[in-house]
């Protein structure tokens, strides 16, 4: 069979070298073949072609082989059309010699139907491309005769029904090879190139699509007719692959094999949605965190079961505290559902918090892993949507960790500095409102004519009783300070003449002054020393013994200061006089 040679592709170089291996085969398929090799990885040729490009990501074919590709069926459905205007400029034998590739090119996993229409549709080979060449055999040898007409219609039907077959793999493509316009027979259901038969179509393509991936391909063989708009009609997801001329089909037709594998590789990285890395931390016990800090283990896994993962830019910190965590690197890269383990270590002081006291602080912190995730698969596989959550998982537990915190002298301070403070304001205090007495205050009759009691000032409240005045009272001092200047101690006196509560009455009597009190007049001398025979007035406020008189200290009858009889004491001041019916 002499066939026109295809022009050159992308991958010439590759060709020449296999041709050159393969000394024995026909030119024809061996340029097929190399254009199906090298014209439909454009990514890897973009890799190959820049050094940098192809150290940093993988090409299509080595992400391929890592999905395991070539394991994941697919259904292609293949219409070719044998009507008489193919036997114009050899379409039909170059469509047979492109199919030769394409199907070597296909995993043994797939399954291929390869139909015919002319007049109407038929089935040529149902099954896994195991035997390219036996699929090709069973082709017819020619096309024609000139009267066989054009039923894309039909030629779709049929190929819909190989696609919703029970075991139908999850993705389906559709290629169509015609150089003519839907001109169906007389009979035929899809009389035209529009209507409910083909509406009927649609509809179950649509239910198709919405289960698994299907798409359609056309690749139009005249310049005038593609079959794009009826193959459209009924495969929503329709690409025209337009060769420039009849001898690059086999380049053409293996873009279209190749855009079947990225939606098989689609389909299998989808899976990985939501997937990403997260982190998780070892031990769980606390960590006594020392002067040379701690060690514990991080642990990055990716959760993916497909996609490699990258992280860049990784570090960690602890929430809240002031502790750097040290020994990751910048980048670490994860195969999928592989695990990376790191020795991180803490170092820093925590904080103590608001009481600096020497403390054994123990705490769970939270640890926040930084970094971004990506995968290297996504500047290669450019078409192929990944949903990697960008940024690391976790850990969803923190370090617990042990420290003595806080100074050994904080507690002492804390301590004693307010009670310093407490008894140096209570001394200031005492200074000044309670100071220590001194002197002697003098108290008798305020209209005279009565005993005079003289009551030395000791301590910081002495007590007020006059034995022979009576009564009691109670006196402290306070400092004051006169409008002239004058400094000095005043007394604060309280005094009632029976000693109830309810005659209680007081005044404040400066140094050198005296005041009047229920009838009593109170002379303050803060520089008098007491005499000999006045007992000092206890700082408790009890009166103390009186002092033993000595011969001469009692006065003569009308010697003594008062006018007639001493006065009674107070028990006995409202007692009435005793009747000679009392005396004995």
């Not at 940098?52 to 070539?70: K, T, V």
């Not at 995968?375 to 969803?396: H, Q």
């Amino acid at each position: 069979m002499n066939e026109p040679q295809p022009r050159p592709s992308p991958g010439g170089a590759r060709a020449r070298a296999s041709r050159r291996a393969a000394a024995g085969l026909a030119a024809l398929v061996l340029t097929a073949v190399s254009a199906l090799v090298s014209g439909t990885d454009p990514a890897a040729a973009r890799a190959s072609a820049d050094p940098a490009r192809a150290g940093s990501a993988p090409s299509r074919s080595e992400i391929y082989s890592e999905l395991g590709l070539d394991k994941v069926p697919a259904d292609y459905v293949v219409l070719v059309d044998v009507s008489g205007s193919m036997l114009d400029k050899g379409r039909y034998s170059s469509v047979r010699s492109a199919l030769l590739p394409f199907l070597k090119g296909l995993s043994r996993q797939d399954y291929v139907a390869l139909l015919t229409f002319g007049d109407k549709a038929e089935t040529v080979y149902l099954g896994h491309p195991s035997d390219p060449k036996g699929i090709i055999g069973k082709l017819p040898s020619q096309a024609g005769p000139s009267s066989v007409r054009t039923d894309i219609g039909a030629a779709l039907d049929r190929g819909l029904t190989e696609l919703e077959r029970p075991d139908a793999a999850d993705v389906g493509s559709v290629v169509m090879f015609t150089d003519g316009k839907h001109e169906p027979p007389e009979g035929s259901r899809y009389p035209q190139s529009e209507g409910p038969a083909w509406n009927a179509l649609r509809d179950r393509a649509e239910k198709l699509d919405r289960s698994r991936e299907l798409s359609a391909y056309s690749l139009p063989l005249a310049t005038d007719e593609s079959g794009t708009a009826q193959l459209a009609r009924a495969v929503p997801d329709t690409t025209e692959l337009r060769p420039d001329s009849v001898e690059n089909l086999a380049e053409y037709l293996g873009r279209a094999a190749e855009r079947a594998r990225a939606r098989k590789a689609a389909r299998l990285i989808a899976q990985d949605a939501g997937k990403g890395v997260t982190a998780t931390l070892s031990p769980t016990g606390a960590l006594h965190l020392g002067e040379g800090g701690v060690r514990a283990t991080l642990t990055l896994t990716a959760t993916t079961e497909r996609v490699p993962l990258t992280v860049t830019g990784l570090r960690a910190t602890l929430d809240g505290q002031p502790l750097t965590v040290t020994g990751l690197p910048r980048r670490v890269s994860l195969e999928p559902g592989t695990a990376q383990r790191f020795d991180v270590q803490v170092r820093g002081e925590p904080d103590a918090g608001p009481l600096p006291v020497r403390r054994t602080w123990e705490e769970e912190v939270g640890l926040t892993v930084h970094g971004k995730v990506s995968t290297p698969w996504a500047a290669t596989l450019d078409d192929v949507a990944f949903k990697v959550p960008t940024a690391v998982n976790g850990p969803v537990k923190g370090l617990r960790l042990r420290a003595e915190v806080g100074s050994p002298v904080a507690l002492p301070l804390l301590i004693g500095v307010p009670v310093a403070a407490l008894l140096t304001a209570l001394l200031l205090w005492l200074r000044r409102n309670r100071p220590v007495l001194s002197g002697v205050l003098v108290l008798s009759p305020a209209l005279g004519g009565g005993p005079q009691e003289h009551i030395v000032l000791r301590g910081r409240r002495p007590a007020c009783a006059p034995p022979r005045i009576g009564g009691s009272g109670r006196m402290h001092g306070r400092r004051f300070r006169a409008d002239d200047g004058r400094r000095g101690i005043e007394l604060h006196l309280r005094y009632s003449p029976d000693g109830t509560p309810a005659r209680s009455a007081g005044a404040v009597c400066r140094p050198g002054e005296a005041v009047v009190i229920n009838g009593i007049r109170f002379a303050y001398d803060p520089d008098r020393d007491a005499p000999a025979t006045t007992p000092a007035a206890p700082e408790d406020g009890v009166p103390g013994p009186l002092p033993i008189p000595g011969p001469g200290s009692f006065p003569s009858d009308g010697d003594g200061p008062w006018l007639g009889a001493p006065p009674r004491p107070p028990a006995q001041r409202d007692r009435p006089a005793p009747s000679d019916r009392d005396r004995p």
